[in-house]
Nanobody, 124 residues
Framework: QVQLVESGGGSVQAGGSLRLSCTASTRTGSMGWFRQAPGKEREFVAV???????VYADSVKDRFTISRDNAKNTLYLQMNSLKPEDTAVYYC?????????????????????WGQGTQVTVSS
């Protein structure tokens, strides 16, 4: 069973930055980030496939950057210009290594593995 371990969450004021990390216990397919705010459904944030193509939700485009170190099986999310509405639990997700490596899944049901989540709180 693949394990995903996230780190880097915390509290920051609006306009600030945070960097999330997610390390997988072994090689995986495409990896992405989701978030869930209180009382809301989990939503897609960003995804990066094995060959480096990325897709972002409109709400974070131009503020967040997803990157990946394949050698370290680690996914990152650099979050800049944070807004109070970015407050949520952020989850890392990954597809199986046997999945098509250029997939860019945006549905949570397309992922096979999930991290435990890390809280991001942005105050105004």
């Amino acid at each position: 069973q693949v394990q995903l371990v996230e780190s880097g969450g915390g509290s920051v004021q609006a306009g600030g930055s945070l960097r999330l990390s997610c390390t997988a216990s072994t090689r995986t397919g495409s990896m992405g980030w989701f978030r869930q705010a209180p009382g809301k459904e989990r939503e897609f944030v960003a995804v990066r496939n094995w060959i480096g193509i990325t897709v972002y939700a409109d709400s974070v485009k131009d503020r967040f950057t997803i990157s990946r170190d394949n050698a370290k099986n680690t996914l990152y999310l650099q979050m800049n210009s944070l807004k109070p509405e970015d407050t949520a639990v952020y989850y890392c997700a990954a597809q199986k290594a046997s999945s098509v490596l250029y997939n860019l899944p945006k549905l949570s049901s397309d992922y096979h593995y999930w991290g435990q989540g890390t809280q991001v709180t942005v105050s105004s």
